[in-house]
């Protein structure tokens, strides 16, 4: 049985780890750690979960995540390589006492955000990049004094986006291992209908068992984690194809543009066409 527990591993001299994980130790199950994590997505796109979040990442987002953040990073292409330069410490990896003084209330304060992903944008993001990738080839001093450069820009900067908060997780290793299970059939299968029956079936619950279930470890409905996946994935075809809109609405698995455009407006807040007028003008 797979756990959910990530065991990161640090070197001796060193007091945080900062590697590049490209496939096939790019792919990852839903896991967690104790761990802060500051990820650079360095090839490869699909679909982040993140505790209650789902959306989609490509070449060049970086995330910053809590400790204790369930996460997945699933590839849209599993034939495709899949990169990311990741960062990670311990919230007090420079000790608390460190952490205490005045000229850094900032990155504490920041660090000690609970359950807690953003996601960088705009200006910042270039400026961060360009900190990480140097820093996975420093040492010594300056790759600390580096990280610390990364958390306090980060921690003065507005341009930042929090995709979730306050995610209590409450999966153990058996409980992880449904969770992979349902997640990994649902992208599988996002196209065609999926009754709770069906969902439900394959995780041996009755389906009064698996809403329980998967509202308590996921924190929504199974229908509104179908629903973000397709609306994702008709995002992704509004940015990268010159296809209809219609066309798109059946090629994301519904059957009803009226359908369709309610349920793309409560994700995104926008209409579809709107949606795809923004990222033509970006």
């Known amino acids: 049985m797979r756990t959910l527990i990530q065991k990161i591993h640090i070197e001796e001299y060193n007091?945080?780890?900062?590697?590049?994980?490209?496939?096939?130790?790019f792919e990852t199950a839903w896991h967690k750690h104790l761990e802060c994590e500051l990820i650079l997505i360095t090839a490869g796109n699909g679909t982040a979960l993140i505790g209650d979040y789902i959306g989609d990442y490509k070449k060049g987002d970086i995330f910053f995540l809590s400790p204790d953040l369930p996460h997945w990073f699933r590839k849209s292409n599993q034939e495709t390589v899949g990169s990311a330069i990741v960062i990670h410490f311990k919230k007090d990896f420079l000790g608390r006492v460190f952490l205490d003084l005045p000229e850094l209330k900032n990155i504490s304060k920041y660090l000690d955000n609970k359950d807690t992903c953003i996601q960088?944008?705009?200006?910042?993001?270039?400026?961060?990049?360009?900190?990480?990738?140097?820093?996975?080839?420093?040492?010594?001093?300056?790759?600390?004094?580096?990280?610390?450069?990364c958390l306090q820009i980060i921690s003065v900067s507005p341009e930042y986006k929090i995709i979730t908060k306050a995610f209590d997780a409450m999966t153990g290793g058996e409980e992880n291992s449904v969770i992979e299970e349902i997640i990994d059939y649902s992208?599988?299968?996002?196209?065609?209908?999926?009754?709770?029956q069906e969902i439900a079936g394959i995780t041996s619950m009755s389906i009064p068992t698996f809403c329980r279930?998967?509202?308590?470890?996921?924190?929504?409905?199974?229908?509104?984690?179908?629903?973000?996946?397709?609306?994702?994935?008709?995002?992704?075809?509004?940015?990268?194809?010159?296809?209809?809109?219609?066309?798109?609405?059946?090629?994301?698995?519904?059957?009803s543009w009226a359908h369709f455009s309610k349920q793309f407006k409560d994700v995104s807040r926008i209409t579809p066409s709107q949606y795809r007028k923004q990222h033509i003008e970006a």
């Open 15 to 25: 007091s945080f780890a900062c590697r590049t994980y490209k496939t096939p130790d």
């Open 120 to 149: 960088l944008q705009n200006e910042l993001l270039i400026s961060i990049e360009e900190l990480i990738r140097k820093l996975e080839y420093t040492e010594g001093i300056d790759r600390l004094l580096l990280l610390i450069t």
């Open 187 to 196: 992208f599988k299968h996002f196209l065609s209908p999926i009754s709770l």
């Open 213 to 255: 279930f998967f509202k308590r470890n996921i924190k929504k409905s199974y229908f509104e984690f179908i629903k973000e996946i397709r609306i994702g994935h008709a995002c992704k075809l509004l940015r990268e194809t010159n296809k209809p809109v219609l066309d798109i609405c059946y090629e994301s698995g519904y059957n």
